[in-house]
């Protein structure tokens, strides 16, 4: 189960938990060494135009390669590319910007992006001026001299040069710094979206009722343990906490979930993908995670730069990177089987006990690629997949306009769902559906050519090629198999200890129709 492989006597990997950068004294905090016995865990608006039209441009830029120096023994976090915002609007709109940071409880730190950044223009405005200079003596050497002002002019010069040599590496660590702050800066938010923490979420759709039971009722945990379907403390000596097995008919219903779910996206025209797993850090950056921080849910991989995916959104994200799509191929829609590894940090209490919240678990992603203007109907497709999924199994749930605190960075707007799990006796989330909008994609570079240009945008390039546009990007969890298992178990458990498997699930389980007490 290890990350640290042990072929042909090459030596074990192991893993590392690395920090965001923040703007403490030490900006770049060392990264924490993760332990063998701890493996890997990990709107557009209808009919209405953004409430910070332009910041969308400027939060979500294009991706650019770019590298930098490091002077010997020097290790400094830099990206391994950077996004060209418009730093400058950012500046003239920063209270605006200010007030969405605030909203959405993101760690960003516009203070110092602005702050940075009037460095940067200073530094910049420095730069060119000894550049001029120096341009100006090279010119003057082109003429007759005497030997005198010839030799001035040489120290002159080498003067020069060397103060630009040590101004363009202050501008280029400048640079990177900005860069790492301004990353942070969260996506914009749907007008529409509740302002506030989790508890301010907005029911959009209850579905169902609880299941009445004339007996006491067990959690998955005493389910399992009676049914003989999972071993955790076995799982605890081999790897650590939040790790598990599964046994005997939890094995079949893991691989019935996965694939009864596969062939019911497949039939709304979703491709299936397997993907990697491990991916490099710079990707997770791209698709708005940060894989160095203190709670960060993201391994990484010491000594190289790649980290094990939290989900698939990741890897299916960076399937098209750097690309440009063919508008005909527009929608692509994705599902993607991977195993996901969380660190879970700062999870504990009864509340997560059990397979509720787990270091490793495989999961279902649907992800789409579209048109911009497309992305809030596909927003709203993905959510009624993921409802119709649901409710199939019989389940009660709630679907909920989630707030704006509890966004990620890339989300513009998500729908979470809520399954009641009646031996935890509460809503547990079994899924969510995030639109990206543009964020990820400008980061990813990710593009089309639309095959007409807008009425409003001048022909241009060859050909009278329209302008290239970003797509917009969303992602939603189909099936996150260990809470699918505990709202199957808890919900459909009988007086006999017994659980029936719904009805969907049971060609893709042999035929099986009930889970029942091992005999002896």
Same mark, same amino acid.
């Given at each position: 189960?290890?990350?640290?492989?042990?072929?042909?006597?090459?030596?074990?990997?192991?893993?590392?938990?690395?920090?965001?950068?923040?703007?403490?004294?030490?900006?770049?905090?060392?990264?924490?060494?993760?332990?063998?016995?701890?493996?890997?865990?990990?709107?557009?608006?209808?009919?209405?135009?953004?409430?910070?039209?332009?910041?969308?441009?400027?939060?979500?830029?294009?991706?650019?390669?770019?590298?930098?120096?490091?002077?010997?023994?020097?290790?400094?976090?830099?990206?391994?590319?950077?996004?060209?915002?418009?730093?400058?609007?950012?500046?003239?709109?920063?209270?605006?910007?200010?007030?969405?940071?605030?909203?959405?409880?993101?760690?960003?730190?516009?203070?110092?992006?602005?702050?940075?950044?009037?460095?940067?223009?200073?530094?910049?405005?420095?730069?060119?001026?000894?550049?001029?200079?120096?341009?100006?003596?090279?010119?003057?050497?082109?003429?007759?001299?005497?030997?005198?002002?010839?030799?001035?002019?040489?120290?002159?010069?080498?003067?020069?040069?060397?103060?630009?040599?040590?101004?363009?590496?202050?501008?280029?660590?400048?640079?990177?710094?900005?860069?790492?702050?301004?990353?942070?800066?969260?996506?914009?938010?749907?007008?529409?979206?509740?302002?506030?923490?989790?508890?301010?979420?907005?029911?959009?759709?209850?579905?169902?009722?609880?299941?009445?039971?004339?007996?006491?009722?067990?959690?998955?945990?005493?389910?399992?343990?009676?049914?003989?379907?999972?071993?955790?403390?076995?799982?605890?000596?081999?790897?650590?906490?939040?790790?598990?097995?599964?046994?005997?008919?939890?094995?079949?219903?893991?691989?019935?979930?996965?694939?009864?779910?596969? +062939?019911? =996206?497949? $039939?709304? *025209? !979703?491709? #299936?993908?397997?993907?990697?797993?491990? /991916?490099? %850090? +710079?990707? =997770?950056? $791209?698709? *708005? !995670?940060? #894989?160095?921080?203190?709670?960060?849910? /993201?391994? %990484?991989?010491?000594?190289?730069?790649?980290?094990?995916?939290?989900?698939?959104?990741?890897?299916?994200?960076?399937?098209?990177?750097?690309?440009?799509?063919?508008?005909?191929?527009?929608?692509?829609?994705?599902?993607?089987?991977?195993?996901?590894?969380?660190?879970?940090?700062?999870?504990?209490?009864?509340?997560?006990?059990?397979?509720?919240?787990?270091?490793?678990?495989?999961?279902?992603?649907?992800?789409?690629?579209?048109?911009?203007?497309?992305?809030?109907?596909?927003?709203?497709?993905?959510?009624?997949?993921?409802?119709?999924?649901?409710?199939?199994?019989?389940?009660?749930?709630?679907?909920?306009?989630?707030?704006?605190?509890?966004?990620?960075?890339?989300?513009?707007?998500?729908?979470?769902?809520?399954?009641?799990?009646?031996?935890?006796?509460?809503?547990?989330?079994?899924?969510?559906?995030?639109?990206?909008?543009?964020?990820?994609?400008?980061?990813?570079?990710?593009?089309?050519?639309?095959?007409?240009?807008?009425?409003?945008?001048?022909?241009?390039?060859?050909?009278?090629?329209?302008?290239?546009?970003?797509?917009?990007?969303?992602?939603?969890?189909?099936?996150?198999?260990?809470?699918?298992?505990?709202?199957?178990?808890?919900?459909?458990?009988?007086?006999?200890?017994?659980?029936?498997?719904?009805?969907?699930?049971?060609?893709?389980?042999?035929?099986?129709?009930?889970?029942?007490?091992?005999?002896?």
């Amino acid at each position: 189960m290890g990350l640290q492989w042990c072929v042909s006597g090459t030596t074990l990997q192991t893993l590392k938990l690395a920090s965001i950068p923040t703007l403490s004294s030490s900006r770049f905090a060392q990264p924490k060494t993760l332990t063998l016995d701890l493996f890997f865990h990990s709107r557009i608006a209808r009919a209405r135009r953004p409430p910070f039209p332009v910041l969308a441009r400027a939060l979500s830029a294009p991706a650019m390669a770019f590298q930098t120096a490091t002077p010997p023994g020097e290790k400094v976090a830099k990206p391994q590319w950077k996004a060209a915002i418009d730093f400058k609007w950012i500046r003239e709109n920063k209270d605006a910007i200010a007030a969405n940071i605030k909203n959405r409880n993101s760690i960003a730190n516009l203070e110092a992006v602005l702050q940075l950044y009037d460095q940067m223009s200073n530094l910049q405005k420095e730069v060119e001026r000894l550049r001029g200079e120096r341009n100006v003596v090279a010119n003057k050497m082109k003429g007759k001299l005497e030997p005198s002002e010839r030799q001035r002019l040489i120290e002159e010069g080498k003067n020069l040069k060397e103060g630009l040599v040590t101004l363009e590496e202050d501008l280029l660590k400048l640079t990177d710094e900005l860069q790492q702050e301004a990353q942070c800066i969260p996506n914009i938010t749907h007008p529409d979206v509740p302002i506030g923490g989790e508890d301010c979420s907005v029911i959009r759709k209850t579905v169902g009722n609880p299941p009445q039971f004339s007996f006491p009722v067990k959690d998955h945990l005493q389910l399992g343990k009676e049914l003989d379907l999972f071993d955790f403390d076995a799982a605890a000596e081999v790897s650590g906490s939040k790790f598990y097995y599964l046994k005997n008919e939890a094995v079949m219903l893991e691989m019935a979930l996965i694939n009864w779910t596969l +062939s019911e =996206v497949m $039939k709304k *025209g !979703f491709t #299936p993908l397997t993907t990697p797993e491990i /991916v490099r %850090s +710079s990707v =997770v950056e $791209k698709c *708005g !995670f940060q #894989p160095r921080g203190a709670n960060t849910q /993201v391994y %990484s991989i010491e000594n190289s730069d790649q980290c094990l995916i939290g989900t698939a959104e990741i890897p299916v994200g960076g399937i098209h990177m750097d690309s440009m799509l063919a508008e005909s191929l527009l929608p692509l829609k994705y599902a993607a089987f991977s195993h996901c590894f969380r660190t879970e940090a700062g999870a504990a209490g009864t509340a997560t006990r059990g397979l509720y919240r787990v270091h490793q678990f495989s999961k279902v992603e649907m992800f789409i690629f579209c048109r911009p203007e497309e992305s809030e109907s596909y927003h709203e497709e993905l959510i009624k997949i993921e409802e119709d999924l649901f409710a199939s199994l019989g389940l009660h749930y709630k679907t909920l306009d989630m707030a704006s605190g509890d966004l990620g960075a890339p989300a513009y707007r998500k729908f979470d769902v809520e399954a009641w799990m009646p031996g935890l006796e509460r809503f547990g989330e079994i899924s969510s559906a995030s639109n990206c909008t543009d964020y990820q994609s400008r980061r990813l570079g990710i593009r089309y050519r639309p095959s007409e240009p807008s009425s409003n945008i001048p022909k241009r390039g060859k050909g009278n090629l329209a302008p290239p546009k970003f797509v917009h990007t969303l992602n939603a969890t189909a099936c996150a198999v260990p809470r699918m298992i505990v709202c199957l178990l808890e919900n459909y458990q009988q007086e006999d200890g017994s659980v029936i498997i719904p009805e969907p699930l049971r060609p893709f389980m042999g035929g099986l129709g009930i889970i029942a007490p091992k005999s002896g």
